[in-house]
């Protein structure tokens, strides 16, 4: 277990010994702020709620939580560190927790760091801090969700270059999976069942729900489901590929 | 003797391709085993086994009383490994990364410094420990290599050319530190430089294709091949010939 907070801690200092963690952070503020406040009519909208800051989460998400996942994996391949690595005394599902964790919480600093809009609206009017609060946890495990897939193909490849383009692919398919553009695909030849799988499995419509104010036990499932499940195959992917 | 490593039968194939192939040998303690052999020999594949990076693909190894395969995280415990071409965190610095392996080697938190501080004084890491990984010179980036291995006072050592990149002196060096440790510790490294087998080795072990060709001591071979002039020589005809 010590393994584990001893990885994560370097991992999370690796962040912030390079540049990324800063361009990282000062990009998806003013991103996330930008967006709300040209794109989504903030002020013209007249309502005191974070609706149109949350909506934007995810398609911030799908180009900056590859940026921070892409080197996971990749890099210790590319280093040999790797072998450095599993050669310690920790087994390989601890490292890819560990790694998970590491990004998943820095996410998780990026988050707290837009406090400011939740200040500003309730200075502008008073919202429904339940539903903001709800919102959070869903970007927060959305977050989640997508680390640990672009952990995954981290793993599959040497190349942060190659990770990060098919992360945001992948991810966006797992962000529209719910949505006519990927249904269409399916719709002419697969049968009704597996078309509802499909939608099931889209991420957006799931952060959809939690952002309505209610966190539902099918979401968690689905969230939790989804990292645990990407975790594991994380594992395995390493350990197939760890001396290629 | 306390036999340390034991290789039994180790097979390692990729595909169509025998990297290794069925090699059985022993460590006692207070041995220093020179690896020799070509490269593609097989040597680094072995070593990734015995450390537990690769998985063999048949036979096992049993270091210090324990098999890779049944106890791998307690027979990594035991080793002190430098993998080929020291692979190393080029954003952290020296200090802060031999502080990570120490913490992952489970040293204590208030043993840690003192740990961490006899390393660098026995490596003379002295010079390098505030700079970043990255910036230094091969020489130091294989003694920091050095110096992750050997922190927890392993048992075995397994040292993948451990004097590639150094300079005279710090060969020297080195090999003398070796010497030193072999006392209570078995020794496995793997070289292409013969004259570093007779400088530190007890034992040599010549592999090539995969196959243990040779084992024996330096002076051994130079018995069994009547050769007075070099290592060299009797190295090439074991190579070519067998």
Request: proline share 4%; aromatic share 12%.
């Amino acid at each position: 277990m010590s393994s584990i907070f001893f990885i994560f801690k370097r991992e999370l200092a690796t962040y912030f010994l390079t540049p990324v963690a800063y361009i990282f952070l000062v990009i998806f503020l003013a991103a996330l702020g930008s967006f709300t406040f040209f794109l989504g009519n903030f002020f013209t909208r007249g309502q005191a709620d974070l609706q149109v800051f949350f909506s934007f989460h995810p398609w911030v998400y799908l180009f900056l939580i590859p940026a921070i996942g892409m080197r996971l994996w990749s890099e210790e391949r590319k280093t040999g560190t790797i072998e450095l690595l599993m050669t310690l005394p920790v087994t390989a599902f601890e490292i890819v927790i560990a790694k998970f964790l590491a990004a998943w919480f820095f996410s998780f600093i990026a988050l707290c760091l837009t406090f400011p809009m939740w200040i500003s609206v309730n200075i502008l009017g008073s919202p429904d801090n339940g539903v903001i609060l709800a919102s959070y946890i869903g970007s927060f495990l959305m977050a989640g969700a997508l680390i640990s897939l672009v952990s995954c193909i981290s793993a599959s490849t040497k190349s942060q270059v190659i990770a990060f383009i098919l992360s945001v692919s992948i991810s966006f398919i797992f962000l529209m999976a719910g949505l006519e553009i990927i249904l269409s695909i399916f719709k002419s030849w697969a049968p009704a069942l597996i078309i509802n799988i499909i939608s099931s499995l889209s991420i957006l419509s799931n952060f959809q729900q939690i952002t309505k104010g209610v966190i539902d036990l099918r979401e968690l499932i689905f969230f939790t489901s989804m990292i645990l499940g990407f975790l594991f195959v994380n594992k395995y992917l390493v350990e197939l590929k760890k001396s290629k | 003797m306390v036999e340390l490593l034991k290789v039994e039968n180790l097979t390692k194939k990729f595909g169509p391709l025998t990297a290794v192939d069925n090699i059985s040998f022993k460590v006692d303690k207070g041995d220093v085993l020179g690896f020799l052999g070509p490269n593609g020999a097989g040597k680094s594949t072995t070593m990734k086994m015995i450390t537990g990076f690769l998985t063999p693909s048949s036979g096992t190894a049993i270091v210090c009383g324990k098999d890779i395969l049944d106890e791998p995280i307690k027979v990594k415990k035991s080793i002190g490994y430098l993998p080929e071409g020291a692979p190393l965190y080029g954003d952290m610095t020296a200090g802060s990364f031999l502080n990570f392996v120490a913490e992952m080697r489970g040293i204590n938190k208030k043993d840690r410094p003192k740990v961490i501080e006899n390393i660098i004084e026995k490596i003379n890491l002295n010079e390098v420990v505030f700079r970043p990984i990255e910036t230094l010179s091969k020489g130091f980036k294989r003694r920091v290599g050095l110096a992750q291995a050997m922190l927890h006072d392993p048992e075995l050592l397994i040292l993948d050319e451990p004097t590639d990149g150094l300079d005279p002196n710090q060969k020297f060096e080195v090999r003398q530190l070796l010497k030193d440790l072999s006392k209570n510790k078995a020794i496995v490294i793997s070289t292409h430089i013969l004259e570093e087998v007779d400088a530190v080795c007890s034992r040599a072990m010549v592999i090539a294709k995969g196959k243990l060709l040779a084992d024996s001591t330096p002076n051994g071979l130079r018995k069994e091949f009547s050769d007075k002039d070099s290592l060299d020589s009797i190295f090439r005809k074991i190579v070519l010939e067998r």
